[in-house]
């Protein structure tokens, strides 16, 4: 039998319970056991797990629900109370298995509790994973210029992601993944309530939808999600491989701008 080293069963322990909480019990081996297969995993039923570490009381989680029409305001003063509690709950979690493959900070999100404009991109990249904060390396820079064209500065918008994890090698969320982290995202927005929500890409347009439909349908016109209009733009990391899109993320923002009531600039040379 392979011997485990502590490392490995703790990963394959939380592996477990990340299905579990999926509603996944029984797990069947393919094929014929080899010398590189784990035996734990081949037979394992959940019963056989180690005690679970005590979880902390939860409040109730809203479904993750594309709408939220029917969550009640919470006044603005309260809202970075409500956000520090979110945080709390999501601890130093191990949820998924984006928390077993080298990541070095959760990255909740920044920015003001009470913004009226919300950015959510897809997930940390390695300066983000880094610093603990979204969107402060190359992509950060530009959303940055970005944000400024419109007009504002980056400390009165809120910024955030699909996921709060590095992915590694910076490889688009598992739709587990995703799906596990998007119900603390959609709790920040329900605090927040922002008036209008920029997806940054297609990453963000999937789940802040619910489906998959290509960007070039949804860019260009107001859509709904969770009581916000959603406007859905390029990815700042994809306006840096390819600048010629610039003025066309640039109308979209225009959009959000026309929807807050914020006066057009002139659009940026960079
Ligand atoms: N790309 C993202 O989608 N999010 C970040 O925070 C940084 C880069």
Redesign the pocket.
């Known amino acids: 039998m392979t011997q485990l080293t502590p490392e490995l069963d703790q990963a394959i322990q939380a592996r477990i319970r990340y299905y579990r909480d999926l509603g996944i019990y029984d797990f069947y081996r393919r094929g014929e056991p080899t010398s590189e297969s784990i035996p734990e995993l081949e037979s394992v039923s959940v019963t056989n797990l180690a005690p679970e570490p005590p979880i902390p009381a939860r409040k109730p989680t809203p479904p993750p629900l594309i709408s939220a029409a029917s969550v009640e305001s919470i006044p603005a003063a309260g809202r970075a109370a409500e956000l520090q509690a979110i945080r709390e709950e999501i601890g130093d979690c191990t949820r998924c298995p984006l928390a077993f493959q080298g990541r070095h900070s959760i ?1 909740f999100g920044d920015g003001d509790p009470n913004a009226r404009l919300m950015f959510i ?5 390695a ?2 994973d880094m610093q603990g ?5 190359r ?2 820079q530009l959303l940055n210029n970005m944000i400024a064209a419109m007009g504002l500065k980056r400390t009165e918008v809120y ?1 955030a ?2 996921v709060k994890c590095r992915p590694p090698q ?1 490889r688009v969320p598992e739709p587990e993944e995703a799906k596990t982290c998007t119900q603390f995202l959609f709790r920040q927005i329900d605090v927040i309530r922002p008036q209008v929500i920029v997806a ?2 297609a ?2 347009a999937t789940y802040l939808f619910g489906g998959k439909s290509p960007l070039a349908r949804l860019r260009g016109r107001l859509h709904e999600a969770r009581g916000a209009k959603l406007i859905v733009t390029y ?3 994809y306006l840096l491989r390819d600048p010629t899109q610039k003025k066309e993320a640039w109308k979209d923002l225009q959009l959000a701008m026309a929807e807050l009531g914020l006066k057009p600039v002139p659009r940026p040379e960079n």
């Open positions: 990255v991109g897809e997930g940390p990249g300066d983000e904060l979204p969107f402060v390396g992509a950060g910024i992601n699909i910076n940054l890409g990453t963000a990815h700042p990391a």
